[in-house]
């Protein structure tokens, strides 16, 4: 069973620019969340699509939003790049019922 | 303060030990806990998860569970260098619409020294 897909896996941006990550969970997940990861910061949580439905909210600004598509997959976009937004962006998939997260190898976004 | 804490480290342990790796949270209404491994450069990766007050155990692993003092930890016997990594801690909790909300810890790293 194929893990968690990020795509792509390295992206290198100019401040003011928009960026658009995608994530293709576990086969039968519906279930898709999205971190964002710096060493100061920790792993905070940025939001979670269910069945194409924003359910869940981090407290990030408006520039960071996503969707989900009816076959599961998930994409972020972040939109007027900071140097602050330079960090690895994490997402993980859960199953039915399920609690447990499964996370994708990340996309590093570098902002220059 | 912190809805879920954890002492960044680093937590050095000899080969062989045990290390201990520890975790509250503020949310009384938290309902599971779990226990994640990251490599450097690497994405987590699940460990043990726990619902239940008491001690759960996988192998080298124990997770123990006391709601009652908002507290989680991790136990890992025999601990060997290929265990040097960062273990984040994860709490689930209800959020506003009936959903669930998991929060990270900022990690604890472990280094285990041959």
């Known amino acids: 069973k194929a893990g968690v897909t990020q795509t792509p896996r390295y992206l290198i941006k100019t401040r003011g620019q928009q960026v658009t990550l995608s994530c293709s969970p576990i086969?039968?997940?519906?279930?898709v969340s999205w971190y964002q990861q710096t060493p100061g910061q920790g792993l905070q949580f940025l939001f979670e699509?269910?069945?194409?439905?924003?359910?869940n909210k981090g407290n990030f600004p408006g520039r960071f939003s996503g969707r989900q598509f009816s076959n599961s997959r998930s994409e972020m976009n972040v939109s007027t790049l900071e140097l602050g937004d330079s960090a690895l962006y994490l997402c993980a998939s859960k199953g039915r019922g399920a609690t447990e997260a499964f996370f994708g190898q990340g996309t590093r976004l570098t902002v220059v | 303060q912190k809805e879920v804490e954890q002492n960044s480290g680093p937590l050095s342990v000899p080969e062989g030990a045990i290390a201990s790796l520890n975790c509250t949270y503020s949310?009384?209404?938290?309902?599971?806990f779990f226990w994640y491994r990251q490599y450097s450069g690497k994405s987590p990766e699940l460990i043990m998860f726990i619902y239940s007050n008491g001690d759960k155990e996988d192998g080298r692993f124990t997770a123990q569970l006391n709601k009652a003092s908002q507290y989680v930890s991790l136990l890992i016997r025999d601990s060997q260098p290929s265990d040097s990594a960062t273990y984040l801690c994860a709490v689930n909790t209800p959020s506003p619409g009936g959903y669930q909300k998991v929060t990270f810890g900022i990690g604890t790293k472990l280094q285990v020294i041959p």
């Open positions: 949310d009384r209404g938290s309902q599971s």
């Open positions: 086969s039968g997940h519906r279930s």
């Open positions: 699509y269910f069945s194409e439905t924003q359910r």
